[in-house]
């Protein structure tokens, strides 16, 4: 068994309390490979924010359990090396039963996230706190969900919303013990959030879908004060990169993200962690497309991927800045 203290990463803990009365969400950027590693490294040094590593079951099984270790290790030597030892998380994202949740402990996880929504809700807690009970024993924190998201991420699949009950929140908290909740207010999984016959036009004439149920999010946050909140599905999944992937060869259709504004807004509250993987996966795609597009003869994977890597650490700097409000928090 890896311990993650060994590794040099911390758990959510203390990062959460911080981040509820600093009135700031932790970025929670999901990686699969080198080249996404180290982007958000990169940003996450120049902008002085705390970050977790997020590593879904798919993640594990493209890039191998044992390299994730070694990487995530590595992670925490690589911003040391560029100047700032900033507090890193590597965190299990929708575990979906109690032996991945183990296995990604004992391989050095400091963080990991069991997915008991798809079962009932008395299931869900006794799933839920038997990965707790286990995970304590070696201080690893545990995030819970209630509620389910619309969309479609890696191996997590649903066809609509089922917004969190916030009456149901201080019982599950109470009987399963997490250290966090992820919420369903109206984010969704995926590049394609919602459709355009579900949006509106603002003023500028641009698809705005309807606003995050912040009444929710209030209401869950008088029942359970303080208690760290997680949204899932957060991308805003940006204009100009769907159009420039459009624009040189791609064939995305209809992807409408969650506004920005409503990010920071919730980032506010409770809301201390916000996950964020397809605009990543967008801005990638629209800088290797456009080299390719550019340079047909192009064969050497560090002249697309490299652009690719700053394009994502742009990006990723931009949303500790200016969405998430984590800049100068390491």
């Known amino acids: 068994m890896v311990n993650y203290k060994d590794l040099g990463l911390v758990n959510t803990r203390e990062m ?176 394609n959030k919602f459709k355009p016959e579900q949006c509106t036009r603002n003023a500028d004439g641009i698809l705005v879908p309807p606003p995050l149920r912040f009444d929710i999010l209030k209401e869950i946050e008088k029942r359970i004060p303080g208690f760290p909140i997680v949204l899932h599905g957060s991308s805003s999944i940006p204009q100009d990169l769907v159009k420039s992937i459009n624009e040189h060869g791609g064939a995305l259709k209809d992807a409408i993200g969650i506004p920005e504004d409503q990010l920071r807004e919730a980032s506010k509250s409770a809301v201390c962690k916000i996950n964020i993987d397809s605009d990543g996966r967008l801005a990638m795609t629209a800088a290797v497309r456009e080299v390719l597009q550019a340079k047909p003869a192009e064969f050497d994977p560090r002249k697309y991927l490299g652009p690719a890597r700053d394009r994502l650490k742009n990006l990723y700097i931009h949303k500790c800045q200016d969405v998430l409000g984590s800049a100068n928090k390491a």
Do not use: W
């Open 16 to 191: 959460f309390k911080k981040a509820v009365s600093g009135g700031y969400a932790i970025p929670a950027f999901n990686f699969n490979n080198m080249e996404q590693m180290q982007a958000i490294i990169q940003a996450c040094v120049e902008a002085k924010s705390p970050v977790i590593l997020q590593v879904s079951a798919g993640a594990r099984k493209y890039a191998n359990q044992t390299l994730l270790r070694y990487m995530a290790q590595g992670a925490v030597e690589y911003a040391k090396e560029l100047g700032c030892a900033i507090p890193i998380v590597l965190h299990l994202d929708h575990g979906d039963s109690f032996e991945l949740c183990k296995s990604c402990i004992e391989y050095g996880f400091s963080s990991v996230m069991i997915d008991g929504s798809a079962h009932s809700y008395e299931d869900n807690v006794a799933l839920t706190k038997k990965v707790v009970d286990y995970a304590h024993q070696y201080d690893v924190t545990v995030e819970g969900e209630l509620g389910v998201l619309a969309g479609i991420e890696d191996d997590v699949v649903a066809a609509s919303h089922v917004y969190t009950r916030p009456e149901d929140v201080e019982d599950f908290v109470k009987k399963t013990g997490v250290d966090s909740l992820a919420i369903s207010i109206g984010t969704s999984h995926g590049a």
